[in-house]
């Protein structure tokens, strides 16, 4: 599989914005949640509507386009669940790097809170061959996720409190993040004290349900130098997936993160000790722990003690979530974007009371459905070019 696709600095994310809220809920919805954070983010690039010749978005870039009035050239709408946003990316880039466009918007916006309480519905899984061969059996979301806990407890000897030590770590992050849902500080006792949702998980190592929404701007390197805010270089992406069930996933202590992680960081020619922050997705604690260890950080197995040992925390070796991750800032539905608004934002130098001492390297890593797709992005600033 070829790994050299000359993506590396091609690219930059140049505007970022993101709604969210400490109530959980925003004061609207729909198309008018999504035109606010795409005018904040084209605000933030210092670029308007005029300027964007492709769009990306996980229901219609159709219906977005004719939104917003223009007619892109470059349209992008897979859907890979919540790794689709860092896909998006890897495919603006690659867009943008073969000159099919110049300017690329991706944005995302769901309110499930607000609407369970507007009485409008909420989040409903379409139609698939789960419906014939996964729920009427009775195994949902959460309880696909136990199954990957369970077997890693069982084949690694991983405990429910190394578990809690990740929601532990994400709150301490959370508490310095002003619009996180959750701030309070807890303990590992806190965790396993909380209810339990679907053995071994407990209601605090599941994310939230909260309103949210997200936009960014990518463009090419060139443009980017001459905008508003510094650049945050693409400096590789990759994604896989090996499932659509979890009972087809080939190994429930492996998600296709140890294929995409490795591809990204070869095409962004960086090495694990490069990387100063690490945003990987928490839908559960199990799959920030999965992470760590499919992306190369340790090996099967290891990553556990690091968490219990406070190393993904504020002042650890590898800092992870520092916005509060979809543990504790916020998840609606999809949380992959907040994941690179938080990387640009620490890259920029930009995130308050909880920034990193001068980061030169990170890497967003979503994660899909029932840990069936992943999608690794490796960002950087013009001083790693």
């Known amino acids: ?75 992008e709408a897979t859907y890979n669940g919540g790794s689709s946003f860092e896909l998006y990316v890897e495919k603006a880039a690659s867009a943008i790097a073969a000159g099919l466009a110049e300017t690329v918007l991706i944005v995302y916006a769901a309110t499930p809170r607000g609407d369970r309480r507007r009485g409008t519905g909420g989040w409903v899984d379409p139609p698939g061959p789960r419906d014939e061969f996964e729920v009427p059996y009775g195994l949902g979301l959460i309880g696909s996720y136990a199954l990957a806990a369970n077997r890693h407890m069982s084949t690694f000897g991983t405990t429910p409190e190394q578990l809690a030590a990740i929601a532990v770590n994400t709150r301490r992050w959370a508490a310095m993040n002003p619009r996180a849902r959750l701030r309070e500080p807890i303990t590992v006792d806190d965790v396993l004290a909380s209810a339990q949702v679907c053995t071994p998980l407990h209601l605090l190592d599941c994310c939230l349900v909260t309103d949210g929404a997200g936009a960014i701007v990518v463009t090419s390197a060139e443009r980017a130098r001459h905008l508003r805010k510094p650049p945050v270089h693409v400096l590789g992406a990759a994604t896989a997936h090996s499932h659509r069930m979890i009972h087809a996933m080939p190994d429930l202590t492996v998600t296709p993160g140890a294929v995409s992680g490795p591809r990204a960081f070869a095409a962004a020619g960086i090495e694990h000790a490069d990387v100063d922050l690490l945003m990987a997705y928490d839908s559960f604690t199990i799959t920030a722990l999965l992470h760590l260890e499919d992306l190369g950080f340790f090996k099967k197995g290891e990553a556990a003690a690091f968490v219990a040992a406070g190393g993904t925390a504020p002042g650890g070796a590898l800092p992870m979530n520092t916005n509060g991750g979809g543990l504790c800032y916020t998840h609606p539905g999809m949380y992959g974007i907040f994941l690179l608004t938080e990387a640009v934002r620490q890259l920029r130098g930009e995130a308050g009371e909880r920034q990193l001492t001068a980061p030169d390297v990170a890497v967003a890593h979503g994660t ?18």
């Open 1 to 75: 599989m070829p790994q050299d696709r000359t993506l590396r600095g091609a690219a930059a994310i140049v505007g970022i914005a993101e709604e969210a809220s400490p109530t959980g809920e925003l004061d609207t919805w729909g198309r008018a949640l999504e035109a606010r954070v795409i005018k904040a983010a084209l605000d933030d690039a210092g670029l308007t509507l005029a300027d964007v010749d492709g769009v990306a978005h996980t229901d219609s870039s159709l219906d977005l386009a004719e939104f917003l009035g223009i007619a892109p050239v470059f349209s």
């Open 368 to 385: 899909g459905e029932h840990l069936s797709a992943t999608s690794t992005v490796v960002l950087g600033t013009e001083d790693t070019l």
